[in-house]
């Protein structure tokens, strides 16, 4: 059998806080990051983005660039990290056939944070500048599809074959510089076969 290839996956909710700890991980073990919302920017800004369903249909192109970024890292046995709200009825199935198919060994961060924390960040976060106009967070009904979504717990870790790591970050003020740089020796260490 050939050697397991270490994949880090960094999942949760819209609002947990993946984009602060997709960085500090990727940075920490110097693996290559594949992002959906960066990926997805990229088609706003070369394609345009009229509409919310525009930004749905790009975000359905993103998921399945994830999965080819994936496998051509599987294929040369290199490791990444992975980023972005994975859904698990769609995704447990695609991490079975990378086990099965290249011997991919999976650790999961997990994100997340209370419902009404989530709910406000998701607001903030839409009028921020930092984020792109292409999502159309901003819009009422985007707003409600998220409350609905969250309520019905669709973000939940997906089933992997190594260890999750959950993260709570309703206190953000928590998470210090030296907080964050233990939890990527624990990842570390989950990755590590030496």
Not at 143 to 170: C, H, I, M, S
Request: aromatic content about 12%; some cysteine; hydrophobic content about 40%.
């Amino acid at each position: 059998m050939p050697q397991r290839i270490p994949i880090v996956i960094v999942t949760g909710p819209p609002g947990a806080g993946k984009g602060t700890f997709m960085r500090a991980v990727s940075e920490g073990l110097q693996w290559p990051l594949f992002s959906k919302d960066e990926l997805k920017e990229i088609l706003f800004d070369q394609l345009g983005s009229e509409s919310r369903n525009d930004s749905r249909r790009y975000g359905v192109a993103t998921f399945e660039q994830l999965g080819y970024l994936l496998e051509q890292q599987l294929k040369v046995g290199k490791s990444c990290v992975l980023e972005t709200a994975f859904i698990p009825k769609f995704w447990d199935p695609r991490v079975v056939e990378f086990v099965e198919n290249y011997n991919a060994y999976f650790v999961q961060v997990f994100l997340t944070a209370d419902d009404d924390v989530l709910k406000k960040r998701f607001v903030e976060r839409a009028q921020t500048q930092e984020r792109h106009d292409g999502h159309f967070d901003t819009a009422l009904d985007a707003q409600e599809e998220y409350v609905r979504d969250l309520e019905a717990r669709k973000w939940r870790p997906l089933t992997v074959n190594g260890p999750t790591f959950t993260v709570d970050t309703t206190d953000q003020l928590a998470f210090s510089a030296d907080s964050q740089a233990q939890f990527v020796q624990d990842v570390r260490a989950a990755v590590s076969f030496e």
